[in-house]
């Protein structure tokens, strides 16, 4: 209990992430988880009332983390598990009233034997008496469990149980016999009954007070940690069973509508179905538009890649005829110009000729 102790204040000091490698994930915060203390989460943890006292519970073994308290607060009001820690934390603090207030029955019982000790103490027909009425008692819690022993042997459990609880009653009205025949005093113990008294039970914590004592003392008294703390309890313990019956209320108002809801949920659910089944047919119909259309591209494509190679290829045969014509033009050049130098150099030739035959 001290390590955890010692843990939660170095999670309070350093942060709850304090063990946490740099390059590791950090947890994320959630209040539903079982580390952190419910009861603290509702309203306050029993176990920090009394502290260092007769009703220390001892230390808690929960965490009880402020951030996570403020997340259960905002969380939704009817949600489950929010409803189930409030429920928890009534029948804990429930059990600790109820506690308390057989202890405050006790007290009660103690001060009013007292008187009846005293008298036992210097009468003694009454003590005899009540030594009868002892030995019937005893007679009688026998009998009742032989018989709540037979019942539950044959698998009667509630008639067991039933005896035994009439004999727990007979019990106790034979101990408080026994404690009237018990109560032959001594000079010292009858001054104690005589100042018991003078005494009183508190309401709220059970302790005995003196009556008519020093407002000092009385104020102690109501400033103390067990008398404040029950104080707290029992107002918890209105305020949160108010809280409940308002969640159960609205759960029920919304239960109360939910066959309307849930038809009109159905209804909702069939249009949603049929906008789906609209969207899906559209979405086909353009898918198919889509493709049709790439189809044609591809289709007006290829036709223009062929008019382009047929294009092409009539350019290529155009350009080809083209300079072939203009090589034979340029032959048909050179053969005239041939033709014209052989012409000319036959009759330079010639002339030539004629020439040295007349001289």
């Not at 006292?53 to 489950?80: M, N, Q, V, W, Y």
């Not at 029992?234 to 066959?259: H, L, N, Y």
């Not at 047919?281 to 223009?304: A, Q, V, Y």
Request: overall charge positive; proline content about 1%; aromatic content about 4%.
């Amino acid at each position: 209990m001290a390590v955890l102790a010692a843990a939660q204040l170095l999670d309070e000091l350093m942060g709850r992430n304090r063990n946490v490698a740099p390059n590791e994930k950090v947890k994320e915060l959630n209040w539903e988880d079982n580390e952190y203390c419910k009861f603290f989460m509702v309203k306050f943890c029993p176990h920090d009332l009394f502290v260092n006292t007769r009703a220390d519970l001892g230390p808690c073994s929960k965490t009880h983390d402020e951030e996570a308290k403020k997340l259960f607060i905002d969380a939704k009001k009817t949600h489950h598990r929010k409803l189930q820690y409030m429920e928890d934390f009534l029948r804990y603090c429930s059990s600790m009233i109820s506690e308390v207030e057989r202890k405050i029955v006790k007290g009660k019982q103690r001060l009013a034997l007292s008187s009846k000790n005293t008298l036992a103490a210097t009468n003694p027909a009454l003590a005899e008496k009540n030594q009868e009425k002892i030995d019937i008692l005893n007679e009688r819690i026998n009998e009742l469990e032989k018989e709540a022993e037979q019942a539950g042997t044959e698998g009667n459990v509630e008639q067991a149980q039933g005896l035994m609880k009439l004999c727990d009653q007979l019990k106790e009205e034979r101990d408080s016999l026994k404690m009237q025949n018990e109560g032959q005093l001594n000079a010292t113990s009858q001054l104690a009954v005589e100042q018991e008294k003078l005494m009183e039970v508190c309401e709220v914590c059970g302790a005995f007070l003196i009556v008519g004592d020093a407002q000092q003392r009385i104020d102690d008294h109501l400033m103390g940690k067990q008398h404040m703390g029950y104080t707290k309890l029992k107002r918890a313990v209105d305020e949160v069973s108010a809280m409940i019956r308002e969640i159960k209320d609205i759960r029920k108002g919304v239960v109360k509508d939910t066959r309307d809801d849930n038809r009109e949920k159905e209804r909702e659910r069939d249009r949603e179905k049929r906008k789906e089944k609209e969207r899906d047919g559209e979405k086909r119909e353009r898918e198919r538009r889509e493709r049709e259309r790439h189809r044609t591209e591809e289709r007006e494509k290829r036709e223009r890649e062929f008019d382009g190679r047929i294009r092409g290829d009539s350019e290529l045969v155009r350009e080809t005829k083209l300079r072939e014509r203009e090589r034979e033009r340029d032959r048909e050049r050179r053969h005239r110009t041939d033709r014209a130098e052989d012409g000319r150099h036959r009759y330079h030739h010639h002339g030539s000729s004629s020439h040295r035959h007349r001289h």
